[in-house]
């Protein structure tokens, strides 16, 4: 199947192809600390695992609205001052909304500002859309961080 040129300009995260190294590492049986990813290393709580028991048990099963869940988002709202739902989008993570964001504010050719240390992982997200990126107040390669 032909993809899009759009689709074609955009490069791989280089979150997942580090991933990918790291899972075929502890294929060959090394032992590997995982800090690409930003997962937790810590167990999902017993109290989330138990709810999530309850909400298959219950039948929650079908799709939910696509900013998320009212229940979930109504009590995360609670835990911050002067916000509520509506103010609160549950995404899969943090690329899928900010991609969701640059959907919505940015237009093409419009320039993205991206701090240093997320260059690699959402330069990709502005290309996708043609927008120019740039990163703020840093050193964007070896080279210029040596020269610093």
């Known amino acids: ?21 790291l899972q075929q590492l502890r294929r060959q049986g090394r032992q590997v600390i995982d800090l690409a990813v930003g997962e937790p290393q810590l167990s999902t709580p017993a109290e989330v695992i138990e709810s999530t028991k309850r909400a298959l048990d219950e039948g929650m099963t079908r799709y939910g609205t696509v900013s998320g869940l009212h229940e979930l988002k109504s ?15 549950i995404s899969n993570g943090s690329k ?22 997320l260059l690699g992982e959402y330069s990709a997200t502005g290309q996708y859309r043609r927008r120019k990126t740039g990163v703020c107040g840093h050193p964007q390669s070896p080279a210029d961080m040596r020269n610093h």
């Open 1 to 21: 199947m032909k993809l899009s040129d759009r689709i074609n300009r955009v490069a791989e995260s280089q979150t997942v192809q580090f991933t990918r190294l």
């Open 75 to 89: 009590g995360l709202a609670r835990q911050f001052e002067g916000y509520d739902e509506n103010n609160i989008i």
């Open 96 to 117: 899928q909304c900010l991609f969701s964001i640059f959907q919505v504010i940015c237009n093409p050719f419009d320039e993205v500002i991206i701090p240093p240390a």
